[in-house]
């Protein structure tokens, strides 16, 4: 955590280089939180890539140096729950237009898919689990949760997950 | 699909995340064994595992673009924003010919950017992503080369799973490891003989591989840093360098196509300011009356910081993600061999380590603690004292495991001084005292970040003292 102050410090002090340490330190965390949170992985590559412009940007106003994890987390998150609010609106616009639905394409097309329509509250924390580090206590303290209530909620993801899968193999048969 | 079937598969789900305790896994596995319907839930749930982890190394590019954007982005201008007075500053730049100004600096700063950050982007290999790919990898195999110095090196294949399992075989000996369940086989086909070790409190940690020793010294040092491009194989392999404290350097060599390692060499240094950094005990059947010849070790790998000799260890001949058989992770003991059993807590108490060892020692010594605290290795002083209390004609097996414990429990109190030997914080004065004498000071030290000291007197006791109370102590 000393070292994340540090990073931190020199960011602010005006080294650049410095946030090449933090981008790589939350990379995995803040594009989890993106995908868990958008369920789309281009707009999630999109939004986390945002997300870390902003945070130097903002790195001034970060109170504790250590705590930059969470802070970058927060902003993505902020940043995504607009990009959806913006893309709620414009789907709206696409289905006036008469503008179709497009699954996803390539490798993984039914997992994406169903990752895509897992309501968020379990994709989050599915998608924390698996992109950062594969434990249950990072995603309760990500969520802010107990460790209880995060396993609850990650083998309930993943039942709901297989649900979907299953439906999206008979809806395609 | 009845009520024991419903509630066994809500804990199948959870044990995808978490180990369970292991009465409960043994029920699983043993009503699965019989159920052909949660049988197939649990393949699909192992297929959903599969698929879930395929996806995330599908990911992995985009996680890589970012990181590389965005370090792109911060080097080629994106800056933390002004304070005030540069705030009032960037009014002026309203006017268009401050904006084409701002361009021609921006172009400057741009320039500037790429010359003096090259090196983030401009094609040297990141750490980072050697280590993303290790960890999203499913299981590797490997050679492993220890050379201590004065001795000569062994070697021994590893094969290794994300789920928590190790083989190891060394010579004819092989040593399966489940480190969900805290369980350790060691296999010796010559002699026919099986050991089953349960290991009480085995943290497994967080990381998917960090049970594997080099890869824990990777995850938990800082990252490795670029130093160059050296043949290796045939390919122009990528070499970085992990410095893990003042004793251990870690040398990676990885291949630029997968990004994975080719070889690996992590070198020790002898700590001078440590006495013991590798405990070690060892014991003989014989001791108890069993059978000549055969020796049981207790050692603690427990040092982050040099070792007792200068060594190296070199892993290479790496295979990753291949298909393993599962049998060969079994950990039931082979059904002709004679079975030992034991218990260990692997566990880590601080303090508590300490207070037990001390005890211990003070139990079979007459009530007097030792003269030196290297003495809890000293195996000249050591074996004697666990023979005489232990070797009371019985069952050769059962005692010698009676003294494997005393003596684990002696070296995790030995590692605990010497965790805090290495930070300077530690001073011992325990020769000549007694168990139970309230007023005798027997060691002290200094936990890391805190303002006071630990002192422990003769009755084993422990209390906080302040800097300035600290008894005397010869120059």
């Avoid at chain 2, 003042?246 to 440590?274: C, M, Y």
């Avoid at chain 2, 030792?370 to 009371?392: C, F, W």
């Avoid at chain 2, 590692?415 to 060691?443: E, H, R, T």
């Amino acid at each position: 955590m000393d070292d994340e102050r540090q990073l931190v410090d020199a960011c602010r002090g005006g080294d650049a280089s410095a946030y090449a340490g933090l981008v790589k330190r939350y990379s995995r965390s803040v594009f989890a939180v993106c995908l868990g949170t958008l369920g789309n992985v281009q707009d999630a590559e999109d939004i986390s890539q945002e997300a870390f412009i902003k945070g130097l940007a903002g790195i001034g106003r970060l109170r504790d140096g250590g705590q930059f994890g969470p802070w970058i987390m927060k902003i993505a998150r902020n940043l995504c729950l607009d990009h959806a609010r913006r893309r709620k609106r414009g789907a709206e616009i696409v289905a006036l237009q008469g503008g179709d639905r497009r699954g996803p394409d390539g490798e993984h097309a039914d997992l994406r898919e169903a990752i895509a329509r897992l309501p968020e509250k379990y994709r989050l924390p599915l998608m924390l689990y698996y992109f950062d580090g594969r434990s249950s206590e990072n995603v309760a303290s990500a969520l802010g949760i107990s460790t209880d209530g995060a396993l609850t909620r990650l083998s309930r993801a993943r039942k709901e997950l297989r649900r979907l899968i299953d439906s999206e193999e008979v809806s395609h048969e | 699909m009845n009520r024991e079937c419903r509630k066994l598969r809500a804990d199948m789900e959870r044990s995808a995340f978490e180990p369970l305790p292991r009465k409960r896994q043994d029920e699983i596995d043993g009503h699965v064994g019989r159920c052909a319907a949660c049988r197939e839930y649990l393949e699909a749930m192992r297929g959903d595992e599969r698929a879930l982890m395929d996806f995330t190394r599908s990911v992995e590019p985009a996680i890589e673009r970012i990181e590389r954007e965005s370090i792109r982005a911060a080097a080629c201008g994106a800056a933390p924003e002004p304070d005030e007075n540069t705030r009032a500053w960037r009014g002026i730049m309203k006017s268009k010919i401050a904006v084409y100004a701002a361009a021609a600096v921006a172009l400057v700063a741009v320039l500037w950017g790429l010359n003096h950050f090259t090196g983030l982007f401009g094609g040297e290999p990141a750490f980072a992503d050697v280590m993303a790919k290790i960890n999203a990898a499913e299981n590797v195999t490997f050679r492993q080369l220890l050379k201590y110095e004065g001795s000569d090196p062994s070697a021994a294949e590893n094969m290794a799973t994300a789920t928590g399992l190790l083989r190891t075989t060394f010579e004819e000996i092989v040593i399966v490891r489940d480190f969900n369940k805290g369980i350790m086989l060691n296999v010796s086909p010559s002699t026919k003989r099986a050991f089953l070790e349960h290991q009480v409190g085995l943290k497994r940690g967080k990381g998917l591989f960090n049970y594997v020793d080099w890869i824990a010294t990777l995850q938990d040092g800082p990252s490795g840093k670029f130093v160059g491009r050296e043949k290796m194989d045939g390919v122009d392999a990528n070499v970085f360098v992990v410095a893990n404290g003042e004793f251990q350097t870690t040398r990676i060599w990885t291949d630029p196509g997968t990004n994975l390692p080719l070889r690996i060499v992590w070198s020790n240094r002898h700590n001078p300011k440590l006495d013991v950094v590798e405990p070690m005990i060892m014991l003989y059947e014989s001791d108890f009356g069993g059978e000549k010849g055969r020796s049981r070790t207790v050692i603690h790998m427990n040092s982050s910081n040099g070792l007792q000799r200068n060594s190296e260890w070199v892993y290479d001949d790496f295979k990753w993600n291949e298909k393993l058989d599962p049998a060969l992770f079994s950990i039931v003991p082979p059904k002709d061999y004679t079975l030992s059993e034991s218990r260990f807590d692997v566990s880590f108490k601080g303090e508590k380590d300490l207070v037990d060892a001390l005890s211990a020692w003070a139990s079979m010594s007459e009530n007097a603690f030792p003269s030196a605290i290297s003495d809890l290795n000293t195996q000249e002083k050591v074996r004697p004292m666990l023979i005489k209390k232990y070797d009371r004609n019985g069952d050769p097996d059962k005692e010698l495991e009676e003294a494997m414990g005393a003596a684990q429990l002696l070296l995790k109190g030995l590692s605990f001084s010497q965790s805090m030997k290495a930070d300077g914080n530690w001073y011992y004065v325990g020769a000549g005292v007694k168990l139970g004498d309230k007023k005798a000071p027997v060691c002290w030290w200094k936990p890391e970040g805190s303002q006071k000291y630990r002192i422990l007197y003769g009755d084993l006791r422990v209390a906080d003292i302040d800097s300035v109370d600290l008894p005397k102590t010869p120059r």
